[in-house]
């Protein structure tokens, strides 16, 4: 327990939730990091797509970005409005569930799970990867360290929100510190050059024009930078975990998340091309990343340089925190419905869903062990999951205000339509342009888990059903002893006292005498008659019978199973309980000393039983007699 | 079941151990194949060190082998009385034991087992490392085969000892035909050529000559040509696998194997001297092993060439099975005198001792791991081990001599005892040549195994010390009813089922029912009064008490073990018995979809309880209500 302590923390209390409550300060740091760091790899991908159109492909960034500001900023107002309406958490799974119906609502959360697992691995790796180019010594060891941090942001999740939000903190304002001085710097320089700043530092050499501009290139462009919105679901989901007002905390969250994010991807797209700074191919010698260049163009490569790109490598590799801030709320609600397994729904000892963080962890730690820590191929299959929960989210909106009718609803219902016919068209946008580059592998994946949480909820239907009860208990008759079995090896005390706490359940005992012909050579009978039956005649008692088996196959187990069905075939009015006597050692590697069979009779027993069929360990612990300190009896 | 019928065989009878017992055609392969192989590696591992002394050094190879050959036949002739004196089995740990004491023997045994560990493990890796050589491109996948290999061996072995015996024959025979078909053939070249035979396939240069003989130098190569003799003390310890006249059968197995062992090194390192054939470095490019060349030389590289480095490849690489078939058979006869486990004394399935062959592949499946494949450093820590188990088994003989004084003991004393004196300078010569390569770990290991040997006997000792029992049984009073508690977490029919079974152990049930505030709303007591109450009440009989109880932080199982505990301190002349309701699934996937709080309470209690708690299942089993052929009630 101390162990557990010491990693995981001290166990909270229920109603000690208030405490573990955040404000919006330790929001961002939780619910942002997703969202924030896609501005250091968002206008990178979209550049790199612009190789090919030479220096003159860095100027359609400047559009391209806006469009996706504008994106952005549609969804924060749908958003916004959500936070409002579902101040219990409002994700697209329940806003769907509660507007669209079952059928919509499990299309959202089948796309934002895996959404969120892919998010987890892509942004461990990234900052990984990025990790591994500066320092190529560490490359072999990528997934190592891939694992590391999975188990870092695995651990501090499993603290408790207060612990995680405290923990990112210093590495999410620094990073955010940095960047914007860079743009400011960047900015003034802009302004005192006239329009025309000389780099800190050489930038490298153009790439050539190799490709004529297209359309179908802009729009793969365009569904490439718009991974940059992937997390910003994250906010609607928490608002419990944070403070009172907690609508208003989360909007101000919500808000401040959008805001940096708009500025840090205007001022990075306005000043790389200012400055005509084009991507380089990440596979050839020379690769730098535009952040890098960019940095190192406003400010040259001084200490502030090393510091801005530690920190993006640092947050990157934490972005799969917002994962683990919403994946296991996502859980509990569709847990709550029966879709997935109750376990998810119940709170730990930092009242965090703990079985959602674990599951999250593992999925995400399979996806990186079985690509090496190289997840570059799961890219294209990000985004259309979470632009499809935001179509979804926002239609399920528009239901919900023309629904209920308040006050401004159709002005509401505006916004969110809006937003849901502009993320529902990037959808098909995203699908389309990604399509032969694995967007596909959403289109099948997608169905199975919706069957998967059919088959769930299905489940516990029919043992729901079958377990409901509305007949009365049966009080007990006048003769409904037990048959109580008995498997006894040889006579000591351990046998002494299963046989005497048998007796005290029935007057009605067997016991059962395996006789494997090489390994007991002690004659049990002379024992049985002096130390069990004479007492028992003694006292005017029926003695239990001992019944001695032989056992050609060596098999224990086996027979002792047998001669239970049977017994219990033959008396179809009786429950029969079977005592196994079990030698309990003080310490768990003496286990490895005694044969485990009293524990392999149980589950067999349990497995091919029946329910007249019981089974009672009877313990005899060595402690108790070895350490005159603790008594045990 | 089925599947393990498959890979493992059916279940053989005790009484049908005849069946599988072996003739001496079945035990070359099985007992020999570690000592037969070490002629493809012995001469190899002798001439590596004479490189440093060119063409010259090739001609010290016949003396040594020679030495080498007469120790062979020295610990054969001892080995034969062993047999003779020992016929259920008398490797050097039973011999020791017998005539040396205790101390003597867990020096035999911790020897042995080191050392069977490392024959399997440098046998498997030997054999894939010529494999890999031989086949470049399989070389990343070097561990992937060792395991492969392992578990072929294992499982063979786990099949029994006649399957074992029947899978190794044919590639066996087929390594000694074609080795001992080179061996004639380039006698009978040398014959005809006139002591000057040419070779068929021109050799490599030989190596320049660097370094002076020295007497050091010759005693590393002596002790190196030693490991050809581990193995040896195979055939004694599996006296009871031959079929009768069992010492007959073993005595010729032993015979036939070391004959052919020495025929072997006897005939290679006659025709390496005639052929002029040095050994060529491993590490440098143009490496070939000294058979390879020698078969190049007598018969050209035609299909017998690659014929016969197949069968060596084999029979390498499967020389771990002599370990299998002897480390079981040690460990088991150390567990009958309390120093292993106990379960290294049963005999599983198929008559073979299944926790020996399953901890052997264990551990050499960790070292092949651990050394990814490649246990070269391992070779100087072997032959230490089995040179002193033959010292002791031999010095234990001439005591088993002395004490029985049968006809011609001191003719049998004198050859056991010139065994003795023999090999024990070997193993002082072997320990000094190869202290600095590594046998020094041997010095640490072997005490620290017969530290564990002697911890293990003192529990055993101490545990039947404290069970055994010479009190009779106390049959039941009048007035010693159990208090029965219940874990009730909402009402259905597996309460109800879990209620009425309490009911009838004892008048006095206690239900308990932990409210983590959160996770059932639904009201227990309306349910509690009606279907419990109700009925008890209108049969005149006290119903069960409810007893709700809060859980500020969300636990189930601490607070019921808490209450456990409690009740136990309060009625310390009482028995207490709790029922765990439980869901049986069909299917083992579904037991995700259920808490297992029942299997961690029953393990709470079985940790933190003492002797008159007693937990017991109560199983519902959904498969009686789902499926209507197979009624479980």
């Given at each position: 327990?101390?162990?557990?302590d ?47 159109l ?17 994106l ?11 936070i ?21 609502a ?36 990528t ?27 210093i ?44 359309y ?38 919500l ?39 960019l940095?190192?163009?406003v ?15 640092f947050?990157l590799?934490l972005?799969?925190n917002?994962?683990?801030a ?23 000892r ?8 674990v599951?999250?962890?593992?999925l995400c730690?399979?996806l ?17 999951g ?23 609803w ?8 809006f937003g ?31 069957v998967?949480f ?5 489940h516990y239907?029919?043992?729901?059903m ?8 049966r ?13 006894v090896d ?22 059962i ?20 039956e ?33 017994l ?10 079977v ?15 005694h ?18 069929i ?10 108790a007699?070895?350490?005159p ?5």
């Amino acid at each position: 327990m101390n162990l557990l302590d010491l990693v995981v923390g001290k166990p909270i209390k229920t109603s000690d939730e208030r405490a573990e409550q955040i404000g919006s300060a330790q929001g961002i740091p939780i619910f942002g990091l997703d969202a924030l760091s896609s501005a250091a790899y968002g206008p990178e991908a979209a550049l790199s797509l612009l190789i090919p159109l030479g220096l003159a492909g860095v100027r359609y960034i400047v559009p391209i970005s806006a469009a996706i500001i504008a994106l952005l900023v549609i969804v924060y107002f749908s958003y916004r409005q959500t936070i409002a309406a579902y101040p219990s958490g409002g994700g697209s799974y329940t806003v769907a569930r509660f507007n669209l119906g079952p059928g919509a609502a499990l299309l959202a959360a089948a796309a934002l799970l895996a959404d969120y697992i892919l998010t987890a691995a892509v942004g461990i790796s990234a900052g990984v990867g990025a990790l591994v180019s500066a320092v190529p010594s560490l490359l072999p060891h990528t997934v190592v360290i891939c694992v590391g941090i999975l188990i870092v942001v695995t651990v501090l999740n499993l603290r408790g929100v207060r612990d995680a939000g405290t923990a990112f903190a210093i590495p999410t304002y620094l990073f955010l510190g940095t960047l914007l001085i860079t743009i400011a710097g960047g900015v003034l320089r802009v302004a005192f050059s006239g329009g025309h700043p000389v780099p800190a530092s050489p930038l490298p050499p153009p790439p050539r024009m190799t490709e004529a501009i297209s359309y179908w290139l802009l729009l793969k462009v365009f569904a490439s930078g718009c991974t940059a919105l992937t997390g910003v679901e994250a906010v609607s989901n928490g608002v419990k975990a944070f403070r009172e007002p907690a609508v208003d905390n989360a909007r101000r969250t919500l808000t401040v998340i959008i805001f940096l994010l708009a500025v840090l991807l205007a001022g990075i797209s306005y000043l790389v091309n200012v400055y005509g700074i084009a991507a380089t191919d990440p596979g050839a010698p020379g690769y730098q990343s535009v952040l890098s260049m960019l940095t190192a163009a406003v400010f040259g490569k001084g200490v502030f340089y090393y510091l801005t790109m530690g920190s993006i490598l640092f947050v990157l590799s934490l972005s799969a925190n917002t994962a683990f801030a919403d994946f296991p709320r996502l859980c509990r609600a569709i847990a709550q419905n029966n879709y997935l397994p109750h376990v998810f729904g119940y709170r730990g000892r930092r009242l965090v869903y703990t079985w959602g963080i674990v599951a999250l962890a593992l999925l995400c730690g399979g996806l990186l062990i079985l690509f090496g820590g190289v997840t570059d191929r799961l890219i294209p299959l990000y985004a259309v999951g979470a632009f499809l929960a935001f179509t979804l989210s926002q239609a399920g909106m528009v239901v919900h205000w023309r629904k209920n009718r308040g006050p401004n609803w159709l002005q509401k219902a505006v916004v969110n339509g809006f937003g849901a016919f502009v993320t529902g068209i990037t959808v098909v946008v995203v699908l389309v342009a990604k399509f032969a580059d694995g967007a596909w592998i959403t289109i099948i994946f997608i169905p199975l888990t919706i069957v998967f949480f059919a088959a769930i909820r299905r489940h516990y239907h029919s043992v729901r059903m079958i377990t409901s009860c509305r007949v009365p208990v049966r009080p007990p008759g006048a003769d409904e002893s037990p048959i109580v079995v008995i498997a006894v090896d040889h006579w000591n005390d351990i046998t002494r006292r299963g046989i005497e706490f048998a007796a005290r359940l029935s007057p009605d005992v067997v016991a059962i005498h395996i006789e494997p012909t090489e390994e007991h050579p002690e004659p049990l009978e002379t024992d049985w008659s002096r130390f069990v039956e004479r007492p028992f005649r003694a006292a005017g008692r029926e003695p239990p019978k001992l019944h001695v088996m032989p056992s050609p196959y060596r098999f224990i187990i086996v027979p002792i199973v047998q001669f239970v069905l049977e017994l219990s075939k033959a008396h179809p009015e009786r429950s029969i309980i079977v005592v196994i006597p079990e030698l309990v050692e003080d310490r768990w590697y003496e286990y490895f000393l005694h044969n485990q069979r009293a524990r392999l009779l149980e589950w067999v027993l349990l497995a091919r039983g029946n329910e007249r069929i019981f089974t009672v360990s009877a313990p005899w612990y060595v402690g108790a007699r070895t350490q005159p300190g603790t008594p045990k009896t």
